[in-house]
């Protein structure tokens, strides 16, 4: 088939070893310089910066100067979407990293997933929030409803400003260690970012492992129960 979009050419940008390490460690929502992702992908300097031009023309990466330095991070939330379901795909069909270890089980406990919480705790989230009727899956579409809304006001997430911006508010990211669903979106960044605002969780940038205090996990169990 001639037309339509091009997905060899994405895919053959991703499907390089380096290439996909560098994406794998923006997924933590940071920026990195070169020489981070250079030591990321287990390649040199000069090398990392051929994969990375290759990247940014592929239109996956935002690069922005500061000072003397140049730092790369995902180009949109889209990248981030992609990315999580082919984690996914890899893990359901058995395609592994071979290490593991402690941060493995943490991993999978509770993660950022680019800007918004993964892993079991986000799952428990996403399913709460259904459950609760505060969001609906509307065929494709995920809706937040107006008992939705209501319930993240007075968790003092200003859902008004969310709505006037151009991203979208609510969307779902399958989750790649739970193989469900989580919450993604400006919404599901707007959660993380208060749980971490009331110091109920703290968030690893350089593992994605995101640890939740005592009183945090009891105060998200009470907020987002399970049925």
Known sequence: MREGPDIAHIAALIGDPARANMLTALMSGKALTVSELAEEAGVTIQTASSHLSKLDEGGLLRPRKQGRHKYFSLASD??????????????????????????????????????????????QMFDSLIAQGHLVLDGKELILTDSGAAFASEF???????????????????????????????????????????????????????????????????????R
């Open 78 to 123: 889209e990248v981030a979407h992609v990315l999580e379901g082919l984690m996914g795909l890899a893990a359901g069909s058995g395609y592994l990293r071979k290490r593991t270890g402690p941060r493995d089980a943490e991993l999978r406990q509770a993660r950022v997933c680019y800007n918004h919480l993964a892993g079991d705790m986000g799952t």
């Open 156 to 226: 003092e997430i200003d859902v008004e400003g969310l709505c006037k911006a151009r991203a979208p508010v609510c969307r779902e990211c399958l989750d790649w260690s739970e193989r469900r669903s989580h919450l993604a979106g400006s919404l599901g960044r707007a959660f993380l970012n208060r749980f971490e605002k009331l110091a109920w969780a703290k968030g690893d940038q350089k593992t994605r492992v995101v640890t939740f205090s005592r009183n945090g996990a009891e105060e998200f169990k009470k907020l987002f129960p399970v």
